[in-house]
């Protein structure tokens, strides 16, 4: 994103939670707006539950306004902001997109972001001249309906799980009330621009990555051929443990290699599926090559990057319809020099050429790489160009 989509005033940034270790894209966008003088204020619709932050979140100055997560837990609360926001000219409008988004998903989160709403739009200092919510589900949501409530402009980055989990009806109708909307692939892009009467109106804008942070690594010297116990090919995963991911097809990769081949995986990520991939390891008797880390501050992610090998990702489409767009970290990976085994999901076939500048495999086909004859990558990595 830039700052000239950008309305007067100070921008409000609608995030889901705030700071997050597994959105370092945001942050980075935050302080490289900042830095080009724009005056952001970050609301987040839950507080933190990482145990650590990255060290960009010290640098951002923005304050934070939380909103509440659970109405319950801050009744007074929202009970002045809807008495303030129930004043406000555009508070009736407001309230009609929400009861008709209501009636099509009556659920207790649709109830939920309209309260967050309510009180954002009681709340919001009055220097604000824009909303911008960052993924086009509930943020966007929340951000939608105390724009309408303060008569304000808003915009929207749409990034991947938002793009592909939500109904069509609900993105054509937010993407139409939106100002401008961007995302970080072609295929995103290509996809809301369908749903659009005015598809100019969705721009492509990839991630960037801060070099200042991601300095070239030295050159790496005698990689391992994996015939060493005592030098393992040094694989290395980061992301969430969640399905789209597919952890567990990496793992089904992982015990077709010969069992001659000397390697360890390092695994960076929390996640809700962590017990369960490691019971699967175990399974495969897999335990004692990987070292599961759990969520890392950024310092600790790069050195990481320089001691490995190569870099592995078995992104695949859940059953729920999420998936990825461009993993970050593929492009934090390749910032320093490791080679890449990924899938070919379409929004990493944007970043990846397979066979020139990184690996492609067929999702949820752990086989393809061992049997197409590739697997001279991983018996003897080379170094990238």
């Not at 970050?42 to 659970?70: F, G, M």
């Not at 004043?87 to 997109?97: F, I, L, N, P, S």
């Not at 319809?321 to 461009?326: E, T």
């Not at 492609?360 to 086989?367: D, H, I, N, S, T």
Request: net charge positive; hydrophobic share 45%.
């Amino acid at each position: 994103m830039t700052a000239a989509g950008l309305g007067p005033g100070r921008v409000a940034f609608v995030l889901k939670g705030y700071p997050r270790l597994s959105e370092t894209f945001i942050a980075q966008e935050i302080r490289a707006l900042e830095q080009r003088g724009l005056d952001i204020l970050i609301v987040s619709l839950r507080h933190p539950t990482d145990p650590a932050t990255h060290p960009v979140h010290q640098q951002i100055k923005a304050p934070v306004l939380y909103l509440p997560e659970y109405l319950k837990d801050e009744p007074r609360r929202v009970w002045r902001g809807w008495r303030r926001a129930r004043r406000m000219a555009g508070y009736g409008a407001a309230r009609r997109v929400w009861l008709k988004d209501l009636l099509r998903d009556p659920t207790p989160n649709r109830i939920r972001r309209f309260g967050q709403a309510v009180v954002l739009a009681a709340e919001l200092p009055a220097d604000i001249g824009q909303l911008h919510a960052h993924f086009l589900h509930t943020p966007a949501s929340v951000a939608r309906y105390a724009a309408a409530m303060r008569g304000l402009d808003w915009s929207v980055s749409a990034h991947a799980k938002d793009i592909w989990t939500i109904p069509d009806w609900e993105k054509r109708e937010k993407l139409a009330a939106a100002r401008w909307a961007v995302t970080c692939t072609e295929t995103g892009r290509a996809h809301l621009a369908r749903l659009m009467p005015a598809p100019e109106k969705v721009m492509l804008s990839y991630h960037g990555l801060d070099l200042d942070r991601f300095a070239p690594a030295a050159a790496r010297v005698g990689a391992s051929d994996g015939s060493d116990p005592a030098r393992p090919v040094a694989l290395l995963s980061v992301g969430r443990a969640v399905a789209k991911k597919g952890y567990d097809d990496l793992l089904a990769i992982l015990a077709l290699l010969p069992r001659e081949l000397v390697w360890r995986l390092v695994h960076i990520g929390g996640g809700a599926l962590t017990g369960k991939l490691k019971r699967e390891a175990a399974r495969l008797g897999l335990s004692e090559r990987i070292d599961w880390r759990g969520a890392q501050p950024q310092p600790a992610v790069l050195q990481a990057y320089r001691e490995a090998d190569f870099f592995v990702l078995a992104a695949k489409v859940a059953k729920d319809g999420d998936r990825d767009g461009l993993p970050n970290v593929l492009l934090e990976a390749q910032s320093q020099g490791l080679a890449c085994v990924a899938t070919a999901l379409p929004g990493i076939a944007e970043l990846i050429e397979d066979g020139r500048t990184g690996l492609l495999v067929a999702p949820e086909q752990p086989e393809e790489l061992i049997e197409d004859g590739r697997t001279g990558l991983l018996v003897a990595p080379e170094q990238p160009e």
